[in-house]
């Protein structure tokens, strides 16, 4: 089993800046997908970024495209996701995750933390 803790979310000003943290443990894969996904109130989860664990590559969901940045440590087993120019818009749930595949589909991520709040305030 994997498992993942997520840390880093709060209140924040729209404008500001909040970086997220995601330690995973347990079972690994020989190359997997770090994902960031998040779900609004009575919205469905949306996929916010995602990072090859093996090389790097790392790609964005429209919503996070220029804002946010998504990277991991390697020795400590640690994904990040740095969010910047912060909107109210982006409040939300945010869920790390992990997948086999290069996926921005919430399905194809089978194992996921149990989430950090991020509030948004206008």
């Known amino acids: 089993q994997v498992q993942l803790v997520e840390s880093g979310g709060g209140l924040v000003q729209a404008g500001g800046s909040l970086r997220l943290s995601c330690a995973a443990s347990?079972?690994?894969?020989?190359?997997?997908?770090m994902g960031w996904l998040r779900q609004a109130p009575e919205q469905e989860r949306e996929f916010v970024a995602g990072i090859r664990w093996t090389g790097g590559g790392t790609y964005y969901g429209n919503s996070a495209k220029g804002r946010f940045t998504i990277s991991r440590d390697y020795a400590k087993n640690t994904v990040y996701l740095q969010m910047n120019s912060l909107k109210p818009e982006d409040t939300a749930v945010y869920y790390c995750?992990?997948?086999?595949?290069?996926?921005?589909?919430?399905?194809?991520?089978?194992?996921w933390g149990q989430g950090t709040q991020v509030t948004v305030s206008s």
């Open positions: 995750a992990v997948g086999t595949y290069i996926s921005t589909r919430p399905s194809e991520f089978p194992h």
């Open positions: 347990g079972r690994t894969f020989s190359d997997y997908t």
